[in-house]
């Protein structure tokens, strides 16, 4: 297990955010699940703030907002305070992370 794995799993557990770079993108998260897929550490995320190569716009509650970051393309990953964003429209299974080690429950 990485750090940055026990960073992100942490704040699952603490109801945090996390602050991190992936592909060349400043981005503002909040994990959902935590865990492996094929082998590689994946999160799923939701993104509420921050860049992405497709938008820097993140309205709430919208579907467009997941992400599947492979913990080996995450940089400068920190666990932030502040509110809990996700997407309340679920209209299929998350394929992100096969091994869940920890997911938020609601």
């Known amino acids: ?15 945090q955010n996390i602050e991190a770079d992936y592909k060349g993108y400043h981005r503002l998260m909040t994990p959902h699940a ?4 094929s082998e590689k ?3 799923l995320c939701y993104q509420f703030a921050g860049e992405s190569s497709s938008t820097s716009e993140f309205p ?3 579907p467009k ?3 599947c970051v492979t913990l080996s393309e995450l940089e400068n990953v ?3 305070d502040g509110d ?3 997407c309340n429209i ?14 938020i429950s609601f």
């Open 1 to 15: 297990m990485t750090e940055k794995y026990q960073t992100i799993k942490n704040a699952i557990l603490n109801g």
């Open 41 to 43: 550490e994946q999160c």
């Open 78 to 80: 920190v666990a932030i």
């Open 90 to 103: 679920h209209s299929k299974k998350q394929t992100c992370v096969d091994d869940v080690d920890v997911e």
């Open 65 to 67: 907002n997941w992400r």
């Open 34 to 37: 935590i865990g492996y897929k």
């Open 60 to 62: 709430e509650n919208s």
């Open 84 to 86: 809990f964003h996700t």
